[in-house]
T-cell receptor, first 113, second 111 residues
Framework: DAMVIQNPRYQVTQFGKPVTLSCSQTLNHNVMYWYQQKSSQAPKLLFHYYDKDFNNEADTPDNFQSRRPNTSFCFLDIRSPGLGDAAMYLC????????????FGQGTRLTVV | GQNIDQPTEMTATEGAIVQINCTYQTSGFNGLFWYQQHAGEAPTFLSYNVLDGLEEKGRFSSFLSRSKGYSYLLLKELQMKDSASYLCAVRDPSNDYKLSFGAGTTVTVRA
């Protein structure tokens, strides 16, 4: 009964070839997040949506874009992946900003070749 | 900015108790969370503290002192399956309620 679903679990892409990661949720949470996590490091917030209101972190590279067409779905687009973008990408949701914290999907592990 | 510190690694024996400390310096505070993350998996929620004191949930307990900017996660009666990374995260209302994570503490449980 997964509540935050990420597809695919593993993604291999070529250097410079655009790639899209997807996330869906059945929790009806109004906040959705994208985190990047590299090995042995803290998850790093890339951006988040509060409903349709998009919030970009100041240090998120322009190479990373996001779309949220409706409450349930959110996409992470990497326009020109570099080797340094290989990481686990975590989608998370929360019930409002003062809710119970974040519920995570299983993540997509991105490999760039 | 956000500064959240945890030890990098800890090792303990099956059946023992381990305490993972977390200190934080953030511009605001609206709750501290502990997550468990097994290798290659997503973080899963363990506990939430917003007021000072101890929250107990089965074998896991979490403590918070807001005045000291300090929390710990206590794991009792360790089992092999508890081998994982434990992440401390702070929610900051002055920073749009975003969760900022520490780098995690890798706990290895040995037989």
């Amino acid at each position: 009964d997964a509540m935050v679903i990420q597809n695919p679990r593993y993604q291999v892409t070529q250097f410079g070839k655009p790639v899209t990661l997807s996330c869906s949720q059945t929790l009806n949470h109004n906040v959705m997040y994208w985190y990047q996590q590299k090995s042995s490091q803290a998850p790093k917030l890339l951006f988040h949506y509060y409903d349709k209101d998009f919030n970009n972190e100041a240090d998120t590279p322009d190479n990373f874009q996001s779309r949220r067409p409706n409450t349930s779905f959110c996409f992470l687009d990497i326009r020109s992946p570099g080797l340094g973008d290989a990481a686990m990408y975590l989608c998370a949701t929360s019930r409002d900003r003062g809710g119970d914290g974040a519920f995570f999907g299983q993540g997509t592990r991105l490999t760039v070749v | 900015g956000q500064n959240i510190d945890q030890p990098t690694e800890m090792t303990a024996t099956e059946g023992a108790i381990v305490q993972i400390n977390c200190t934080y310096q953030t511009s605001g505070f609206n709750g501290l969370f502990w997550y468990q993350q097994h290798a290659g998996e997503a973080p899963t929620f363990l506990s939430y503290n917003v007021l000072d004191g101890l929250e107990e949930k089965g074998r896991f307990s979490s403590f918070l002192s807001r005045s000291k900017g300090y929390s710990y996660l206590l794991l009792k009666e360790l089992q092999m399956k508890d081998s994982a990374s434990y992440l401390c995260a702070v929610r900051d209302p002055s920073n749009d309620y975003k969760l900022s994570f520490g780098a995690g503490t890798t706990v290895t449980v040995r037989a």
